[in-house]
């Protein structure tokens, strides 16, 4: 149930309304506090503001990984325009104390609309690259929302409403990675989501899918169709793999080179081709699209939506322009032979790999010693407990990171998640450190960051816990993010002195109210 907000505007609105059709377009605030793009973009808004189709627009924060005008100073203009406005909220560049700050200005200024992402990983910056933060991840945060908006801020903080987006990925084509990001659109939503954008994409099927999802697992939130328009150099990055999560199959892409070569360079064709997918993502069910693209102008959104209204009713016939390249990779649903999209059965899972001796090793570890029944368990936690007060402290702390270190590529966090994903660490294994990942941005399996190079921890983990049946266990309960206090202390001292995660109170701001913790420790006995 969306949150009742101080100023409802109209993005809430036609959201809540299941008759009514959410129109929102994408802008991407270049760099620098003045300069001719924000005189453009703003320009833009303005004529959105006096169309009336588009009922909001979002606004990234820093897209791409690159330092641009934050999203808050450019909305509170749009805003005093009358058109609502989504603000974009990532996890890369800001702490968690930093985050609040923020949210305290924007329920201040009236910037309630939030979509949540991890965020594509900081590129090159002021002298270098910048450090990659993402101290909270996205399921952290909306968390962190839910409690702002129950009021749970001690000192007489008022109750927020933030209205919080999350972002879905169906564009995924391996079981892992797919059936991640549906298991963690689960967790955003159990945490507190109020709706859902997908990812952009051009493969009907799995838009069709996500929807279905949404449905069969009786999820409850409304999700816009990502329906972006790319020019020819944006579709070659795409095509590349060389933005995060975007999926361009070689046949549209072929087909945009070839456009491209004509006198519009390709522009009324991409045009004509966005009115045949919001036909099309209208058609079968989505509650709204989200528009973007680079360079298009108020008479472009004119023409996409007024063609997209005369072609609705043959969006059946439209269907086979935005077909995949193979029908080779993953669905979750069986496709449904009449109308190529998806039937409501489901395609089985893989066999799970049978798991390393590393795994039976570390997991007869685990069970001796650090389950609460287990046989060395009470030795264990009296001799971690003594030996902390001594001399022996330290070497006890090397002997532990050493052989952690070896085996698992320890970083030392002091609040050990071993456990949790199947022995796999994910501050050595991934690159954003998402304690309830992934990201969007994997890549066949391969890690957004090192493609080609690092296979992405989700997708590794996933196959671990597969192998002992309880995958699904990643689509409820959350991991809380890290206490930088344990940094570089003992995580078996910190585990059995109930410092860590798993005893941790955490959840509101300086209020003591427990997370949803994920089960995924808990052995499901085949
Ligand atoms: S390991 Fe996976 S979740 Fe982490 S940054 Fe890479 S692709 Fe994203």
């Not at 991840?137 to 801020?153: K, P, Q």
């Not at 963690?184 to 493969?203: C, M, N, P, S, V």
């Not at 590393?358 to 001796?368: A, V």
């Not at 941790?504 to 499901?524: F, I, L, M």
Request: hydrophobic share 35%; charged share 20%.
């Amino acid at each position: 149930m969306l949150p009742q907000p101080i100023s409802p505007g109209r993005f809430q609105a036609t959201l809540n309304d299941p008759a009514d059709f959410t129109l929102s377009f994408e802008l991407v605030p270049g760099r620098g506090g003045r300069s001719t793009v924000h005189t453009r973009t703003l320009d833009l808004a303005q004529d959105m503001a006096a169309d009336g189709r588009i009922c909001a627009v979002s606004i990234t924060d820093n897209a791409g990984g690159h330092a641009t005008l934050a999203p808050d100073v450019i909305g509170q203009e749009i805003l005093a325009m009358g058109l609502d406005v989504i603000s974009h909220f990532s996890c890369k560049d800001k702490n968690r104390n930093k985050m609040e700050s923020l949210l305290y200005g924007w329920d201040r200024i009236g910037l309630h609309n939030l979509l949540v992402i991890a965020g594509d990983f900081p590129q090159k910056g002021y002298c270098g690259h910048p450090k990659p933060v993402f101290d909270l991840d996205t399921v952290h945060v909306i968390d962190l929302l839910s409690h702002l908006n129950r009021g749970e801020s001690s000192g007489g903080v008022e109750a927020t409403s933030f209205c919080i987006g999350v972002a879905i990925s169906p564009f995924k084509y391996t079981e892992a990675e797919l059936m991640m990001q549906y298991y963690k659109l689960q967790r955003k939503i159990e945490a507190g989501a109020h709706y859902g954008i997908t990812q952009l994409g051009f493969d009907a099927r799995k838009y069709h899918e996500a929807l279905l999802y949404v449905e069969e697992h009786d999820l409850g939130i409304p999700l816009l169709g990502n329906l972006f328009i790319p020019n020819i150099h944006v579709a070659r990055l795409m095509h590349r793999r060389a933005i995060p999560g975007c999926v361009i199959p070689d046949h549209m892409f072929e087909r945009m080179d070839r456009e491209s070569r004509s006198a519009d360079r390709g522009k009324k064709a991409r045009l004509e081709r966005a009115a045949s997918q919001l036909a099309v993502l209208k058609g079968m069910g989505y509650g709204g699209v989200h528009i973007g693209g680079s360079g298009l102008e108020m008479a472009d959104l004119d023409f996409i939506l007024t063609q997209a209204t005369a072609r609705q009713d043959q969006w059946p016939d439209l269907l086979a322009e935005f077909e995949p390249d193979t029908a080779q990779g993953f669905y979750y649903f069986q496709k449904d032979p009449g109308t190529g999209l998806n039937r409501k059965q489901k395609n089985a899972l893989a066999k799970g790999k049978s798991p390393s001796l590393l795994y039976h090793f570390s997991d007869l570890i685990h069970n001796l010693i650090f389950e609460p029944d287990g046989y060395f368990y009470n030795l264990a936690k009296k001799c971690c407990l003594a030996l902390d007060n001594t001399i022996l402290r330290r070497p006890l702390f090397w002997l532990e990171h050493l052989s952690k270190f070896i085996l698992f590529a320890c970083r030392n966090c002091g609040d050990c998640t071993l456990a949790e994903y199947g022995y796999r660490c994910p501050q050595a294994g991934c690159a954003k450190y998402l304690l309830n990942g992934p990201c969007g941005g994997s890549i066949d399996g391969w890690c957004e960051v090192y493609p080609g190079q690092k296979r992405c921890h989700y997708v590794l983990a996933y196959e671990r816990l597969k192998s002992r049946g309880n995958a699904d266990n990643f689509s409820h309960g959350f991991i809380p993010p890290r206490d930088w206090s344990l940094k570089g202390a003992s995580s078996w001292v910190n585990f059995y002195a109930g410092r860590d995660h798993i005893h941790r109170q955490c959840g509101a701001p300086e209020n003591q109210s427990p997370p949803k913790k994920s089960p995924v420790s808990q052995k499901k006995v085949e």
